[in-house]
């Protein structure tokens, strides 16, 4: 009976994919929504199908079903050549090293995507290598999401060579992986880089300390740095890692969003010693800087400090700031 059971829901997921490829077939409309779908492997070639069919399609949404390497397969073969899909979503899929491998392959050729979201697919430094080969010959994508997918200090020095050299990627999300200091060190080397586009960098739970903060801070003093959002939350920067990252603040004329919750940083360090910087910080742009949950509770002594919370942030965060979340 279980099984029966378990047999008739995959196929009522069956038939609920064929309808929306059905309704897609021959289709105008510029989405494809498949996510939550149940979606496995066999569904792909009929996917693939509806994607190239479509001459219109912008956005294709495969987030969170069953799709491994051999999906993986039958969609990079359709968006290779594909000219209008910009967005691609397979968040939460079970895509793996294989899977980032051809799609990466796919990317070289592309020359239509702007955003790929790729969180939750055990990618791993494979992964994590492969699209930053690709990157060196891509010249469209803008966001790339590689959050959760156990990239570590190899995939992270491969991605951050590679941005150092391209000028169209400005979003990257590596959030909870595991780049630790070597990682951090790695990639401060591309925000630094005068060649990178990066604006918007999500390194929040990534094992980073002290070591990998001041690197950041190091890289956020450099004259080119263009990054704009800095999510380093959930990581061990202490008291040193973080008075290092907001003294860089004052001379970095880029960054209007900092995130440093979850990391443990006495409210001492927004205090006196750095009344100097946190001032700084309000006076241009409405800067928006949080950090821990005891500041939180500190914002009298914030407000007097002199520091940019959430009760001032700047219009660009006010309007860009979910980009700093995980994709899903």
Same mark, same amino acid.
């Given at each position: 009976?279980?099984?029966?059971?378990m047999d008739d829901r995959r196929q009522k997921q069956r038939e609920a994919v064929q309808r929306v490829i059905a309704s897609a077939a021959g289709s105008s409309d510029d989405e494809l929504l498949l996510a939550h779908y149940g979606v496995r492997d066999d569904d792909m070639e #009929?996917? @693939?199908?509806?994607?190239?069919?479509?001459?219109s399609?912008?956005?294709l949404y495969l987030h969170s079903n069953s799709i491994g390497h051999k999906g993986a397969a039958v969609l990079a073969r359709a968006i290779r050549n594909h000219k209008t899909v910009e967005l691609i979503s397979l968040a939460n899929n079970y895509i793996g090293e294989e899977g980032a491998a051809?799609?990466?392959d796919a990317l070289r050729d592309n020359r239509a995507l702007v955003v790929l979201m790729l969180g939750r697919n055990g990618l791993g430094d494979a992964g994590a290598l492969?699209? #930053?080969? @690709?990157?060196r010959a891509n010249t469209t994508l803008v966001q790339l999401d590689l959050d959760n997918n156990a990239v570590g200090k190899d995939g992270a020095e491969a991605l951050a060579a590679a941005l150092a050299g391209n000028a169209t990627i400005t979003q990257l999300n590596l959030s909870d992986n595991t780049v630790g200091d070597a990682g951090a060190i790695a990639l401060a080397s591309a925000i630094a880089a005068p060649s990178s586009a990066l604006s918007v960098l999500n390194l929040s739970s990534n094992g980073i300390g002290n070591v990998g903060a001041r690197a950041i801070a190091d890289a956020l003093r450099v004259r080119t740095c263009s990054l704009r959002q800095l999510s380093l939350t959930a990581n061990t920067i202490?008291?040193?890692g973080a008075s290092?990252?907001?003294d860089a603040l004052v001379e970095?004329?880029?960054l209007v969003w900092l995130m440093l919750t979850g990391n443990a940083v006495p409210h001492q360090v927004w205090s006196c010693p750095n009344r100097k910087n946190a001032e700084a910080l309000s006076q241009e742009h409405g800067r928006c800087v949080v950090a821990g949950d005891a500041l939180v509770r500190k914002r009298r002594l914030l407000q007097c400090a002199g520091l940019v919370t959430h009760l001032r942030p700047s219009e660009y965060a006010r309007q860009h700031s979910p980009s700093l979340a995980t994709s899903r």
């Open positions: 009976a279980p099984t029966s059971a #009929a996917v @693939a199908a509806a994607v190239s069919g479509n001459p399609l912008c956005s051809v799609l990466a492969a699209f #930053a080969d @690709a990157l202490t008291e040193q290092d990252i907001i970095n004329q880029s």
